[in-house]
Protein backbone atom coordinates (compact mmCIF):
# COMPACT_ATOMS: atom_id res chain seq x y z
CA UNK A 1 0.00 0.00 0.00
CA UNK A 2 1.64 3.33 -1.29
CA UNK A 3 0.15 5.30 1.56
CA UNK A 4 1.74 3.35 4.49
CA UNK A 5 5.08 3.41 2.89
CA UNK A 6 4.93 7.08 1.78
CA UNK A 7 5.54 8.47 5.26
CA UNK A 8 9.25 6.09 5.14
CA UNK A 9 10.23 7.67 2.36
CA UNK A 10 9.60 11.30 2.90
CA UNK A 11 11.68 10.91 5.97
CA UNK A 12 14.27 9.25 3.54
CA UNK A 13 13.94 11.96 1.09
CA UNK A 14 14.04 14.61 3.77
CA UNK A 15 17.75 13.10 5.39
CA UNK A 16 18.80 12.73 1.89
CA UNK A 17 17.64 16.70 1.01
CA UNK A 18 16.35 15.73 -2.22
CA UNK A 19 14.01 18.97 -2.32
CA UNK A 20 12.00 17.39 -5.36
CA UNK A 21 11.46 13.73 -4.36
CA UNK A 22 10.37 15.56 -1.40
CA UNK A 23 7.86 17.76 -2.53
CA UNK A 24 6.46 15.39 -5.13
CA UNK A 25 5.82 12.49 -2.41
CA UNK A 26 4.45 14.78 -0.01
CA UNK A 27 1.98 16.38 -3.31
CA UNK A 28 1.06 12.66 -3.23
CA UNK A 29 0.34 12.43 0.48
CA UNK A 30 -1.70 15.27 0.45
CA UNK A 31 -3.61 13.35 -2.38
CA UNK A 32 -3.71 10.62 -0.98
CA UNK A 33 -5.24 12.04 2.47
CA UNK A 34 -7.97 13.81 0.40
CA UNK A 35 -8.97 10.77 -1.09
CA UNK A 36 -9.77 9.02 1.84
CA UNK A 37 -11.30 11.91 3.42
CA UNK A 38 -13.85 12.32 0.25
CA UNK A 39 -14.03 8.06 -0.07
CA UNK A 40 -14.06 8.45 4.03
CA UNK A 41 -12.83 4.92 4.11
CA UNK A 42 -9.28 3.78 3.86
CA UNK A 43 -8.21 3.15 0.17
CA UNK A 44 -7.69 0.09 -1.57
CA UNK A 45 -4.98 -0.74 -3.61
CA UNK A 46 -6.93 0.02 -6.76
CA UNK A 47 -8.29 3.55 -5.48
CA UNK A 48 -4.82 4.70 -4.68
CA UNK A 49 -3.14 3.46 -8.09
CA UNK A 50 -6.08 5.90 -9.36
CA UNK A 51 -4.93 8.88 -7.29
CA UNK A 52 -1.43 8.34 -8.61
CA UNK A 53 -2.06 7.48 -12.55
CA UNK A 54 -4.67 11.19 -11.55
CA UNK A 55 -1.54 12.87 -10.10
CA UNK A 56 0.68 11.47 -12.99
CA UNK A 57 -1.52 12.41 -15.77
CA UNK A 58 -1.39 16.22 -14.81
CA UNK A 59 1.81 16.16 -14.79
CA UNK A 60 1.61 14.70 -18.68
CA UNK A 61 -0.67 17.55 -19.16
CA UNK A 62 1.59 20.15 -17.80
CA UNK A 63 4.59 18.83 -19.89
CA UNK A 64 2.35 19.12 -22.89
CA UNK A 65 1.32 22.77 -22.04
CA UNK A 66 4.69 23.62 -21.63
CA UNK A 67 6.01 22.11 -24.76
CA UNK A 68 3.19 23.97 -26.50
CA UNK A 69 4.13 27.58 -25.09
CA UNK A 70 7.99 27.33 -25.45
CA UNK A 71 8.81 29.14 -28.06
CA UNK A 72 6.10 31.39 -28.13
CA UNK A 73 5.39 34.75 -26.19
CA UNK A 74 4.40 34.45 -22.55
CA UNK A 75 5.00 36.33 -19.16
CA UNK A 76 7.58 33.66 -18.53
CA UNK A 77 11.18 33.68 -19.81
CA UNK A 78 12.38 30.65 -21.70
CA UNK A 79 14.81 29.89 -18.92
CA UNK A 80 11.82 28.97 -16.55
CA UNK A 81 9.77 27.27 -19.21
CA UNK A 82 12.45 25.22 -19.60
CA UNK A 83 13.06 24.57 -15.43
CA UNK A 84 9.46 23.81 -15.09
CA UNK A 85 9.74 21.53 -18.04
CA UNK A 86 12.18 19.48 -16.62
CA UNK A 87 10.93 19.57 -12.91
CA UNK A 88 7.58 18.25 -14.15
CA UNK A 89 8.94 15.81 -16.04
CA UNK A 90 11.13 14.83 -13.08
CA UNK A 91 7.98 14.60 -10.98
CA UNK A 92 6.49 12.47 -13.74
CA UNK A 93 8.85 10.21 -13.43
CA UNK A 94 8.92 9.94 -9.30
CA UNK A 95 5.18 9.16 -9.86
CA UNK A 96 5.88 6.49 -12.20
CA UNK A 97 7.76 4.54 -10.16
CA UNK A 98 4.81 3.30 -8.04
CA UNK A 99 2.62 2.70 -11.15
CA UNK A 100 2.93 -1.08 -12.71
CA UNK A 101 5.06 -1.06 -15.88
CA UNK A 102 3.56 0.39 -18.84
CA UNK A 103 2.75 -2.21 -21.25
CA UNK A 104 4.75 -2.17 -24.28
CA UNK A 105 3.27 -0.35 -27.96
CA UNK A 106 3.02 -4.22 -29.75
CA UNK A 107 1.65 -6.16 -27.21
CA UNK A 108 -1.18 -3.01 -26.52
CA UNK A 109 -1.73 -3.22 -30.17
CA UNK A 110 -2.40 -7.15 -30.20
CA UNK A 111 -5.29 -6.25 -27.09
CA UNK A 112 -6.51 -3.44 -29.42
CA UNK A 113 -7.43 -5.45 -32.79
CA UNK A 114 -8.24 -8.67 -30.45
CA UNK A 115 -11.42 -5.89 -28.96
CA UNK A 116 -11.91 -4.46 -32.63
CA UNK A 117 -12.51 -8.32 -33.72
CA UNK A 118 -14.13 -9.29 -30.38
CA UNK A 119 -16.96 -6.28 -31.06
CA UNK A 120 -16.93 -6.11 -34.84
CA UNK A 121 -15.98 -2.60 -34.35
CA UNK A 122 -16.27 -0.91 -37.74
CA UNK A 123 -16.34 2.87 -37.21
CA UNK A 124 -15.77 5.72 -35.01
CA UNK A 125 -18.76 5.29 -33.08
CA UNK A 126 -17.21 2.02 -31.96
CA UNK A 127 -14.40 3.92 -30.38
CA UNK A 128 -15.92 4.32 -27.42
CA UNK A 129 -16.49 0.65 -26.49
CA UNK A 130 -13.58 -0.50 -28.01
CA UNK A 131 -11.56 1.59 -26.00
CA UNK A 132 -13.53 0.35 -22.65
CA UNK A 133 -12.58 -3.40 -23.43
CA UNK A 134 -8.82 -2.44 -24.02
CA UNK A 135 -8.45 -0.76 -20.99
CA UNK A 136 -10.35 -3.63 -19.04
CA UNK A 137 -8.54 -6.41 -20.51
CA UNK A 138 -4.74 -3.81 -19.82
CA UNK A 139 -5.43 -3.68 -16.64
CA UNK A 140 -4.08 -0.60 -16.07
CA UNK A 141 -0.92 -0.94 -17.85
CA UNK A 142 -1.85 1.06 -20.61
CA UNK A 143 -2.61 4.78 -20.86
CA UNK A 144 -5.43 5.85 -22.02
CA UNK A 145 -4.80 8.56 -24.61
CA UNK A 146 -2.03 5.61 -25.87
CA UNK A 147 -4.79 3.72 -26.37
CA UNK A 148 -7.81 5.99 -27.76
CA UNK A 149 -4.94 6.93 -30.46
CA UNK A 150 -3.95 3.47 -31.27
CA UNK A 151 -7.80 2.60 -31.41
CA UNK A 152 -8.71 6.01 -33.54
CA UNK A 153 -5.88 5.28 -36.05
CA UNK A 154 -7.57 1.53 -36.40
CA UNK A 155 -10.86 2.45 -36.52
CA UNK A 156 -10.43 5.86 -38.49
Known amino acids: MIAQNINKMIAEALKAREE ?40 RDAIEALRQAQGKPTTSSQKTLDDRLVQEEKELEILKSFLP ?39 GAADGRKVAEMVKSKLG
Do not use: F, W
Open 20 to 59: LRLSTLRLLSSALNYEKIAKQHDLSEEEEMAVVKREASKR
Open 101 to 139: PEMSDAELEIIVDESINALGAQNMSDMGKVIGLVMSRAK
